[in-house]
């Protein structure tokens, strides 16, 4: 079936544009996560999606960045007047619950680089 | 404190060699626990989930020890094609999951 699909998979854009990120996650996963990872580091939670509960934004590193998830399904996240230290690639993954265990499967991610 | 503790390694392994990492979590309401393989420039895979009882898939392992709060990955016949970085996951259902940094991990010809 199909996995989790982010889109675009590069962006480049230049500093004090906004981008927006797209993801779409496995039909009937009810949770979405976002994630930032910069070039060999490890993940960074951004924001976390939980069926119709208020997001867990306590990732987000500044009020630039917002997040929604729309008819519980695709998720957009934005970033306003990009900086170039928000250049790394952006993971979206989604999970489900099953036999009382949640696993969580990422998309291919959006690479950023603001100039 | 770190929800979720990895050694970066890096570990370097010659073809063959048993190869394992280890993984410390500082929630004792952690439920679920997991191994991610990423390759560069790719997104985290899911390798494999870590029960209670430990388990098994081919030549990878993975072992949960709840008392002392780990969970580990055991690699027997190394391959080159296992080079890539290890990331450990934990999570408890409604709650976000945390990642480990990971562990590279190279095998050499």
């Known amino acids: 079936g199909a996995g989790v699909s982010q889109s675009p998979s590069n962006k480049v854009t230049e500093k004090g544009k906004d981008v927006e990120l797209r993801c779409d996650p496995i039909?009937?996963?009810?949770?979405l996560y976002w994630y930032r990872q910069s070039l060999g580091q490890g993940l960074e939670f951004l924001i976390y999606f939980q069926g119709n509960s208020a997001p867990d934004k306590s990732g987000l590193p500044s009020d630039r960045f917002s997040a929604e998830r729309t008819g519980g399904s695709v998720s957009t996240l934005t970033i306003q007047r990009t900086q170039q230290e928000d250049s790394a690639v952006y993971l979206c993954a989604s999970s489900s619950l099953w036999a009382g265990q949640e696993t969580q499967y990422f998309g291919p991610g959006t690479r950023l680089l603001v100039l | 404190r770190k929800e979720v503790e990895q050694d970066p390694g890096p570990f370097n392994v010659p073809e063959g060699a048993t190869v394992a990492f280890n993984c410390t979590y500082s929630n004792s309401a952690s439920q679920s626990f997991f191994w991610y393989r990423q390759d560069c420039r790719k997104e985290p895979k899911l390798l494999m989930s870590v029960y209670s009882s430990g388990n098994e898939d081919g030549r990878f392992t993975a072992q949960l020890n709840r008392a002392s709060q780990y969970i580990s990955l055991l690699i027997r016949d190394s391959k080159l094609s296992d080079s890539a970085t290890y990331l450990c996951?934990?999570?408890?259902?409604?709650?976000?999951?945390?990642f480990g940094t990971g562990t590279s991990l190279t095998v050499i010809p």
């Open positions: 996951a934990v999570n408890y259902v409604g709650n976000q999951f945390y």
């Open positions: 039909s009937g996963h009810t949770a």
